[in-house]
């Protein structure tokens, strides 16, 4: 399964969403790759640090993305690819070979309206693509005491665009975790509470991946 993180504005929480979901994944007991496809490419040294099991790729053109992608993925079981905070046909050659889009955004009315643009590249591969990705709206960098209004919900629901209902909440943890080259379930006691919040938000868009390691240890079911 190729899975994108994909938001055309830049510093919506995309590579920490990727190396995240890829740790996680790779938690579960999966064989996971992480494409970064971002010029920066700060995810894929992250990831190197923070969880070497973790194959680490970079695939910096639309050509490389389109030829190899799929070739990665007979590899593993999940390809993370981190997408690009501008070039969009970088973001178009991601959307053409994913299986599912996970869409970060801001939790703020300007960020939400943004989206209709930040999505175009989107609707025009599940058009083509007959549906295909299946995507998917995180609120990321949320406020604690933050309630979604109905404003936002109106603009999230005319996207035609489910949105998850766990959001990640805006913290210092996520922002010192590249710096310790560590993912925040991997922080001792400090990064609890977002490492569960991590937890929940996948186990909501991903459940079969997590099912998958529920079904191991058999004699702990029931
Ligand atoms: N939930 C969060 N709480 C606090 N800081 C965050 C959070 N998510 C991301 N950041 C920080 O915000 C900045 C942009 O995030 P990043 O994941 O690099 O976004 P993008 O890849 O979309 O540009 C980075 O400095 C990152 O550490
Ligand atoms: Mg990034």
Known sequence: MIIVIANSKGGVGKSTLAVH???????????VALADCDTQQSSSEWIREA???????????PNMILDELPVLA?????????????QT?????????????????????????????ATDVLRQAQD???????AVIVLSMVGKNYRLTKDMKDAAAALNLPMASVPLILRQIYADAPGQGAVVGRMASRGREAATEVDQ????????????KSLKPKASRR
Request: hydrophobic share 50%.
């Open 89 to 117: 046909e970088t973001s178009r050659a991601l959307l053409l070979r994913a299986d599912l889009a996970i869409v970060p955004c801001k939790a703020s009315m300007l960020e939400v309206r943004a989206l209709a643009k």
């Open 128 to 134: 083509i693509r007959a549906g295909k990705p299946k």
């Open 51 to 61: 969880v070497p099991g973790v194959k680490a790729v970079r695939l910096d053109n």
């Open 74 to 86: 007979l590899d593993v079981d999940f390809v993370v690819a981190d997408g690009p905070g501008s």
């Open 21 to 31: 979901l890829a740790a996680w994944l790779h938690d579960q007991g999966h064989r």
């Open 201 to 212: 938000l996948f186990r909501e868009i991903l459940p079969d991946a997590y099912a998958a």
